[in-house]
Structures are given as C-alpha cells and as structure tokens.
C-alpha cells in the first residue's frame, strides 16, 4: 500500500504489532497465499475485505465473551485528533 494512502490509525499504536500478527493468522485461516514479501495489494480487495470482516468479526466475538464471562476489557481513553480552530 502506498504511504500516503493509510488512513487507518490505531488507538492503541503499542498494539500495531499484535495487530499486524492478527491479520497474517486471519489471512492463513481463510487460506488466502499471502507472498512471501508481505505485500497484499495485489490481492482482489474482495480478500482483502475478507480479511478486515473476519477480524472484526473476531474481536467482536472475543469482547461479547469477555462480556458474558462478566469481566470487560479496559476502554482505551480516546482523544479527538482533531482540533477545531
């Protein structure tokens, strides 16, 4: 992906590690063949997307059983990037 084009940016940036790893074990369990460089882009974004989906699928799915297990991950202070002349 070209530089200038990641707009995502982590709340957390401590977890851009575990992060990256997440996407590499999600990507495997659908079986897409990443190349071995580790560029993705020309992938058809419609893996891609699959990929994003079924990571957020994960972690929705991991913070409802915490919910349920009656315990709640610690909400991350998020302040607004953005300031307002």
């Known amino acids: 992906m ?9 709340i957390l940036p ?3 590690a575990a992060m990256e790893q997440f996407k ?7 079986g897409v063949q990443v190349p071995q460089s580790g560029y993705m882009g020309d992938l058809p974004s419609r893996v891609n ?4 989906g079924n990571m957020v699928r994960k972690m929705i799915a991991a913070y ?3 919910l349920a297990n009656g315990t709640q991950p610690p ?6 990037a953005r300031t307002t002349p």
């Open 24 to 30: 590499w074990e999600t990507a495997a369990e659908l």
């Open 64 to 66: 409802e059983q915490s």
């Open 75 to 80: 909400t991350p202070q998020v302040t607004n």
């Open 14 to 16: 401590q977890a851009a």
């Open 49 to 52: 997307g699959a990929i994003g």
């Open 2 to 10: 070209a530089l200038g084009q990641k707009r995502n940016k982590l």
